[in-house]
């Protein structure tokens, strides 16, 4: 597609269950960033992808999310045993790596843990 | 580490005229990039601006400039003509220059409304 996809738009949780994320990014970009947005805050960074290897995994708050993108295009943010304060939009965004400097977003997913 | 502040939570401007959104950030880096974003209701963040801090001139697209000054540490977002599609929520954000993870470090947003 023309710019980055996310799904679902939105998301709604039972606390103690597992949501997987999805994020299409624009073909051929290398670079891939998960952000976490709480209500009324900016994004905050997660993890980063080059191709397929997970550069920086230092945003991810718990062992409870766990991001992959086995064959550097579509990426899956995992979070498992939800709890009512992973309720966040979440961001995608790629780039074409290197010094590209210009990251594209998506519309994000809403999730809300109830 | 990095830190973005943007002290106006928002911030009101009428059709056509003339706003200024700030921004301070912290770094004991000497390149960098600073970036304005646009947030509507659907979520999506739109780059408005980007700076090098190499560069001393400031940036402009139509529309949006911005004030860089180095030595403070300030980045205001000056839109002219202001229009209705305008409204939004922006950030300001920072990226490290040739760094490992070209991950962005946000302010808190400011929303802007466009009074017609």
């Known amino acids: 597609g023309a710019g980055v996809s996310q799904s679902p738009r939105y998301k709604v949780a039972k606390r103690g269950q597992d949501v997987a994320l999805r994020c299409d990014p624009i073909?051929?970009?290398?670079?891939l960033f998960w952000y976490q947005q709480a209500l009324g805050q900016g994004p905050e960074f997660l993890t980063y992808?080059?191709?397929?290897?997970?550069?920086?995994k230092s945003g991810l708050p718990s062992d409870r999310f766990f991001a992959e993108r086995p064959e550097g295009s579509v990426s899956t943010l995992k979070i498992q045993r939800t709890q009512q304060e992973d309720s966040a939009v979440y961001l995608c965004?790629?780039?074409?790596?290197?010094?590209?400097?210009?990251?594209?977003f998506g519309q994000g997913t809403r999730l809300t843990v109830v | 580490a990095q830190t973005v502040t943007q002290s106006q939570p928002e911030m009101s401007v009428q059709e056509a005229e003339t706003v200024t959104l700030s921004c301070t950030y912290d770094?004991?880096?000497?390149?960098?990039?600073l970036f304005w974003y646009k947030q509507p209701p659907s979520r999506q963040m739109i780059l408005v601006i980007r700076?090098?801090?190499?560069?001393?001139q400031n940036a402009t697209e139509n529309r949006f400039s911005v004030n860089f000054q180095k030595a403070a540490k300030s980045f205001s977002l000056k839109i002219s003509d202001s229009q209705l599609g305008d409204a939004a929520m922006y950030f300001c954000?920072?990226?490290?220059?040739?760094?490992?993870?070209?991950?962005?470090?946000f302010g808190t947003g400011t929303l802007l409304a466009v009074q017609p």
């Open positions: 073909s051929g970009h290398v670079s």
């Open positions: 992808f080059q191709n397929e290897a997970q550069l920086d």
């Open positions: 700076q090098e801090a190499y560069k001393q």
């Open positions: 965004a790629s780039s074409l790596g290197g010094q590209g400097l210009e990251a594209f």
């Open positions: 954000a920072y990226r490290t220059y040739g760094g490992a993870t070209n991950k962005l470090i």
């Open positions: 770094t004991s880096e000497s390149d960098y990039y």
